[in-house]
């Protein structure tokens, strides 16, 4: 099994993604995909009238500040148009994708925080309002299932919380658990970068190869929303993946050169 997580930033090309994947599943390649929302989510609060907002946490992670009306419009992008725009995508190329949200069958369960401890303008907040959370547990029958008729998986975010609330969660983290629970062979994980970069923009920088032992080191590396992507890494390496590859999702079959070594390769 491959667990590829695709970055909802710009640049990223869906067009040549999908001809990879569509490639993979000829090859009976087993796969799971899950996919990103965040610069469309940015643009549609926008213009909704209810601008994005992002908050630190006290230990230094950046993450999207969901209120109510927020994971509304979460939803419309990520489990709509997102999510249906790489469905298509892939149908197109006569592949049988079936798009699903963590919330879909419980796919993604977990804990909804009940008060995140933040930092704005310097001084200390506890936000109660929030809808954000971590996956937990998940629904492996449901996707075995899938895959065993011959679906291939398109999964977003949210996930469900324990008390049936829909919960805003990171999407690297959630493609880490999945890959977890499949034990998968590897997680690659596109953006719009050649990977983790040491000197962020400087592309011709890029860390090519990160022993599994070492990632802690990386973590200073990582800015803002590439922190996250290595917690991630961490998480995956922590619960058995041996390969976690940061590969740029903008080039030519992205999938089969993450798989082939190009990008940063993390542990085996
Ligand atoms: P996605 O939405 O594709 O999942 P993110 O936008 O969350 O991806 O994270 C990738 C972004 O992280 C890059 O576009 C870049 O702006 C930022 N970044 C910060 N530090 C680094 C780094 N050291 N190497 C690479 N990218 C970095």
């Given amino acids: 099994m491959i667990v590829v997580k695709i970055g909802g930033s710009e640049g990223l090309n869906y067009d040549l993604i999908a001809d990879d994947l569509a490639a993979l599943v000829k090859a009976e390649q087993p796969l799971i995909l899950i996919h990103g929302g965040s ?3 940015n643009k549609v609060s926008e213009q909704l009238g209810h601008p994005p907002e992002f908050v630190t946490s006290v230990s230094g992670y950046t993450s999207r500040r969901t209120d109510k009306r927020t994971m509304e419009i979460f939803q419309m992008v990520y489990c709509g148009q997102m999510n249906k725009s790489i469905v298509e995508r892939l ?5 049988n994708a079936v798009g699903l949200s963590g919330m879909d069958g419980r796919l993604w369960e977990g804990t909804r925080k009940a008060a995140i401890k933040v930092v704005q303008n310097g001084r200390r907040r506890v936000l109660r309002d929030d809808y954000t959370g971590k996956v937990e547990k998940v629904n492996l029958t449901l996707l075995t299932g899938l895959l065993d008729m011959g679906y291939l998986p398109v999964l977003t975010p949210p996930a469900i919380s324990y008390e049936g609330e829909a919960i805003n969660v990171d999407g690297d983290r959630a493609a880490a658990a999945t890959a977890a629970a499949f034990n998968a062979e590897a997680l690659i994980i596109l953006s719009n970068v050649p990977g983790l970069l040491e000197k962020f923009p400087d592309e011709s920088s890029l860390i090519r190869h990160i022993p599994a032992k070492k990632i ?17 890494a961490q998480e995956a390496l922590a619960q058995g993946i041996g390969r976690i590859v940061f590969a740029d999702g903008r080039v030519e079959n992205p999938i089969s050169r993450a ?3 190009e990008g940063t390769v993390i542990g085996g």
């Fill in 39 to 41: 610069s469309l989510t």
């Fill in 91 to 95: 149908q197109m190329r006569g592949v």
């Fill in 216 to 232: 802690d080191q990386f973590m200073s590396v990582a800015q803002d929303r590439m922190k996250k992507k290595v917690m991630g």
């Fill in 259 to 261: 798989l082939e070594g």
